[in-house]
């Protein structure tokens, strides 16, 4: 009886000692492959920089990794695709300030209209293949090349994913969640900040 109670206890003790080993301190890190809302989290803050562009479905994938390396080469960290205790906390520090016109490279003045993917006519994709959503502009390539950063005041960062037939020249169309807040925006003038 003593032997059986003695392998017992043994055996809750290796089977304790390996839980501890797996329970050391966690890796907070976000890397490809994951699927949470801390990847939902990741995406959003890189679209609200302008750089990602793809759907926000929490799926850590190959557009995810290219946009936490694009941000992790702007920003002067280690370009390795994992958004790590420092990428995060530099993401965040940036979605927090206000942005310096003095950092981008030129502005322009373009007269913007507003679309959304509810609108009579309209697909649900942009030409570059990602759902029509805040964030993304329909350009004229040969004036602002498509997949280029920008910050339009008062409607935030976005990058150039879309074209339109009646984009032509020094017009933007500024993409919206909804049919209502692309009508509330109507038409009118904007200064355009080229980012990249």
Known sequence: MQKIYLIVVLTL???LTSVV???APADDSIKIGMRSDNVKMLQKLLSEKGFYSGEIDGVFGKIT???VKDFQSS???TVDGVADKDTLMNLGRASN???NPSRSSRSLTMNASAYSAYDD???HYTYGGNLVRKGLV???PTVIPLGTRLFIPGYGHAVADDVGGAIKGNRIDIA???HNEAMDFGRQQVTVYILD
């Open 176 to 178: 919206f969640a909804s």
């Open 121 to 123: 006519g309209n697909g």
């Open 13 to 15: 003790c290796m089977l």
């Open 75 to 77: 920003s002067g960290l």
């Open 138 to 140: 329909a350009v004229d």
């Open 97 to 99: 300030t206000e942005f």
């Open 65 to 67: 990794l290219r946009a």
């Open 21 to 23: 080993a797996f329970a």
